[in-house]
């Protein structure tokens, strides 16, 4: 059987005027955890928001008490160079620590903003380094990346160096409110034939009029920006993608 469903908004889609509350609000409604999109003005266009951000919003949502439990930050780090803010976001309150492979193969070794460093890394010493510093580990492809990427990576005999959650972007990163794109989802399904009982995370697009391709899939963890925080009754549209799921769980077995 698939893991539970997760469901984590994206706080892209919030109110930023009064972005602490809408965080507990949407937990209070039903979320799972928080999905926090930091983009650098690098990897993709757009620029979000940093670590301080991060420690604001933390002192208006519980720390989980279990690992991947509510109340978890998931950040979604769309930035050039994943390892540099791994130790300011571990100390802003982030949980989850989900960084794109695309980064990871082509930034360097260094390891905090200040550093410099002639050395590169790459997905499992990142992974390794992100657990060493008390996180969970989450691993994305973009939509042009093959699944095919992360067969090494997830079959490492090294604990420490393998993935808590596997991300697959249903969308081109850098900008909420895109179109779904169902071409993606064969990756999600080859990922739950493999891995039964591995999170995977779906991104982009994500409401009540595609979920059910996704959970069909195999996709547990969903992340919902404007279909959550534009609803009339954000707690009912969380209940609807949280069944979704839940419904189709048995039908992937170990």
């Known amino acids: ?10 706080i892209l889609s919030a109110d930023f005027g009064s972005l602490g509350a809408e965080c507990s609000k949407t937990i209070s409604q039903g979320a799972d955890w928080l999905h926090i999109d930091i983009m650098d003005g690098h990897f993709v266009p757009n620029i979000t928001f940093g670590a301080p951000v991060v420690t604001k919003i933390r002192t208006h949502v519980d720390r989980p008490k279990t690992v ?7 950040c979604h780090m769309m930035i050039s160079e994943p390892k540099k803010w791994v130790k300011d976001f571990q100390k802003a309150g982030c949980d989850l620590y989900c960084f794109h492979y695309e980064a990871a193969v082509s930034s360097t070794a260094a390891d905090s903003p200040e550093a ?3 050395q590169k890394t790459n997905p499992k010493e990142l992974i390794r380094f992100i657990h060493d510093n008390g996180m969970q580990a989450g691993i994305a492809i973009k939509p042009e990346t093959p699944v095919d990427v ?3 990576i997830l079959e490492n005999s090294e604990e420490k160096e393998k993935p808590d959650m596997v991300l697959i972007m249903t969308v081109h990163p850098g900008f909420g409110g895109q179109k779904f794109m ?18 995977i995370e779906v991104d982009g697009g994500l409401g009540p009029g595609t979920i059910d391709q996704a959970a069909d899939a195999g996709a547990n963890v969903i ?7 534009g609803a009339q009754d954000p707690a009912d549209v969380i209940a609807k993608l949280r069944e979704a799921v839940e419904s189709r769980r048995g039908r992937f077995g170990a």
């Open 182 to 199: 169902a071409s993606e989802l064969p990756k999600v399904a080859a990922l739950r034939r493999l891995y039964p009982e591995l999170n």
């Open 1 to 10: 059987m698939a893991p539970a469903a997760i469901i984590a908004p994206s």
């Open 223 to 229: 992340v919902a920006g404007s279909a959550v925080f």
């Open 150 to 152: 992360l067969w090494d």
């Open 68 to 74: 991947k439990g509510k109340g978890t930050f998931d």
């Open 116 to 118: 410099t460093s002639e």
